[in-house]
Nanobody
Framework: QVQLVESGGGLVQPGGSLRLSCVASGFTLEYYTIGWFRRAPEKEREFVAA????????YYTDAVKGRFTISRDNAKNTVYLQMNSLKPEDTAVYYC???????????WGQGTQVTVSS
């Protein structure tokens, strides 16, 4: 059974850090580009970051460049999102998703809540 499970969310003060993890099971992660997305209250889901199968290519939305870092450990079937200098506007449910040869993000996790507030 194909599954993605996110963890690491929580409540953090502005300027703080969190590291999200996305663990895959039921398929070999290294063959997929993995993306992180987020959905803030009353907003559309948006792209945050992605990493290629080998980990050599990364992409970020402008709003998180310089603050967030995506990485992967294929041996552990895990992708990470290190989030530093968090802002209240980063508050959202964060999802990881896997994109294979279809070109679409076919597999999604259930999401983890990140709340940035003092």
């Amino acid at each position: 059974q194909v599954q993605l499970v996110e963890s690491g969310g929580g409540l953090v003060q502005p300027g703080g850090s969190l590291r999200l993890s996305c663990v895959a099971s039921g398929f070999t992660l290294e063959y997929y580009t993995i993306g992180w997305f987020r959905r803030a209250p009353e907003k559309e889901r948006e792209f945050v970051a992605a990493v290629s199968g080998s980990g050599g290519i990364t992409y970020y939305t402008d709003a998180v460049k310089g603050r967030f870092t995506i990485s992967r450990d294929n041996a552990k079937n895990t992708v990470y999102l290190q989030m530093n200098s968090l802002k209240p506007e980063d508050t959202a449910v964060y999802y990881c998703a896997a994109r294979g040869v279809s070109g679409s993000y076919d597999y999604w996790g259930q999401g983890t809540q990140v709340t940035v507030s003092s």
